[in-house]
């Protein structure tokens, strides 16, 4: 629409994030009802004497799932469950969510009624009613949620939330749980290890993650003002909040607690895999130490501390036990670019 | 997972409806937070001191619009219109988008461009924030919209809105609008009738519907509490209500409002692609006759009164000018079913 030869470029070259920062400036500005807009965990806005979240995460079949290698129960408490985890990254509670089927023609009535029985499971789980959506027919089998939630009020009037902008140099940073687990189901399924007791345990958190909506409401009670959930591997999540705050970030690989499963399964790749593969849907906590030894109090296990933030320019490093830093190309996940694309 | 050989059965046996009340059977019964769940035009559901309301519709390439036959910016502001004609069905105020892209690879920059353009065109018509959304890679390129709303609470704690499950016998049926532009859009695209007057008038119909947000809301203030959108085709739009109502409808096809360029372009198939075509995003309304007067009188132009409701069991009838009933067949839309299946 604007200058030069658009046509000639393709989403694969933007990427994601580069596609989301130009749809944020084509949209109008969010007006004064909105609190929080494109670029956190979920959106936040007034709504009477509480805020309201909303987020939303899609499920496309051969992109986020392979059909043949799942069980669709397994899908169904995941596409609610990573919606989830975006409102546990607030700090919110989650209540109702909106479900979208989109079916190819000739697909069976027992594979929508197991992903249903999956997002019912969840739903019993984490309290959330499932109100609404839409079915529609397409060519290929997409799930989208899209989940409200609720945060309360601080006394000032802003909400009690955990944003992505309010790291701040001098802030440890922790996490909730270990990591890994899921990048080593991945690989599991793809080793078609599904019968071993580690095999089983990583399988289980690649398709079952359990979103730590206890975790991010104990921290805001602590205190904590700052998170994000980790999707795309802890390393670019991480990179997400020193891009929004404006700040650096050093991460101790040593200090990382991993997946007991991931070191007994892979062992050589299990401390890389827990920086940098995605979908474990723990939190990153970035707050004063104080109010993360209040946090894991509250919830009777102390967080891990991996890092601290600094001063600089938006950017996580993993360092080793000596402080060198180590090389993490092509770490994390972006929806769209390819592989090899250009920065 | 029930009785039987199900895998045998697939959804486009079982349809939409058939398959969004399995669906409902399946997912745990909603919690007293919410107000209305599935099976209205938006969920419900108590925030603060008003209401909250949420409504999600999906457009997918192929499905619901041809890709080489449509300008990008008006799939853009359908696939937000859509979702905004929901909350007009409730009565209720659009508040806050969440946009979800599924985007093949190689799609170009500038189509995305165009689709948020056209997104941002609604926005800034209907007052909507859109604060975020989910993009990925898909073989499809799909657009859903979820869209969040609100509603006033009455002074006996109950919300303000427009419910299809509220028709009384005795109560006056009622359209905005003129009816058929739409479906008479869809044909002209298939006509390539895309220059003569009253092409470019039923393909804007089609393409660039208006949410009736205005009509909405002067119901809810003048008392009617009965309303849903065409989105399927009057007729079976007016079924939805009569089965959640429990009662049965008169449409007399001589009282319906035949979109004018329709008429000129189609006359001999108007009245009846009036009655039966899906899409236009007006509202019916359903109320005493008194009700729906001071609805127009708010909106400056009476309503058509186009039939009535009576006892009987959840169907609408097409009546003639004598009162003999017309053969419907294969009216509306179901999003799922084969052309010739079961009932």
Redesign the interface.
């Known amino acids: 629409?604007?200058a030069g030869n658009?046509?000639d470029?393709?989403?694969?070259?933007?990427g994601?994030f580069g596609?989301?920062e130009?749809?944020r400036r084509?949209?109008?500005p969010?007006?004064d009802?909105?609190t929080?807009?494109?670029g956190?965990d979920?959106?936040v806005?007034r709504?009477?004497?509480?805020f309201?979240l909303?987020?939303?995460?899609?499920l496309?079949a051969?992109?986020?799932f392979l059909p043949g290698c799942v069980d669709w129960r397994d899908v169904g408490w995941k596409s609610l469950a990573v919606n989830i985890s975006d409102i546990a990254a607030m700090g919110g509670e989650p209540?109702?969510a909106?479900v979208?089927l989109?079916?190819p023609?000739?697909?069976?009535?027992?594979t929508?009624?197991?992903l249903?029985?999956g997002?019912?499971e969840g739903?019993?789980a984490y309290?959330v009613?499932?109100?609404?959506?839409?079915?529609?027919?397409?060519?290929?089998l997409?799930i989208?949620v899209?989940l409200?939630g609720?945060a309360a009020r601080r006394a000032d009037g802003t909400p009690a939330i955990l944003r992505r902008d309010r790291a701040v140099a001098g802030d440890a940073i922790a996490v909730t749980g270990w990591l890994g687990g899921s990048a080593g189901g991945l690989r599991s399924l793809r080793d078609r290890d599904e019968e071993s007791p580690s095999g089983i345990a990583l399988i289980a958190r690649h398709m079952r993650p359990r979103p730590r909506i206890d975790a991010g409401r104990a921290a805001v009670a602590a205190g904590v003002c700052c998170a994000i959930d980790i999707s795309d591997g802890l390393l670019q999540d991480l990179g997400h909040v020193c891009e929004s705050s404006g700040v650096a970030a050093d991460v101790w690989l040593p200090r990382i607690p991993i997946e007991p499963a991931l070191i007994e399964r892979y062992p050589g790749d299990a401390a890389m895999l827990a920086a940098t593969g995605g979908e474990d849907y723990e939190l990153i906590l970035v707050a004063p130490e104080s109010a993360l030894a209040a946090t894991g109090a509250a919830l009777g296990t102390p967080l891990a501390i991996i890092g601290r933030v600094r001063a600089g320019a938006g950017r996580a490093r993993l360092l080793d036990v000596d402080d060198r830093e180590i090389d993490v190309s092509r770490a994390g996940w972006d929806?769209?670019k390819?592989a090899g694309g250009s920065a």
């Open positions: 629409m604007e658009l046509s470029v393709d989403v694969g070259e933007i994601e596609l989301i130009r749809l084509a949209l109008p969010a007006g009802r909105v929080l807009s494109i956190d979920a959106a806005w709504a009477g004497d509480r309201a909303a987020t939303t995460d899609t496309v051969g992109v986020h209540a109702v909106l979208t989109c079916l023609s000739g697909t069976a009535v027992e929508v009624d197991a249903y029985a997002i019912g739903a019993r309290g009613d499932v109100a609404g959506g839409d079915i529609v027919a397409s060519p290929v997409t989208t899209a409200y609720t929806h769209l390819r």
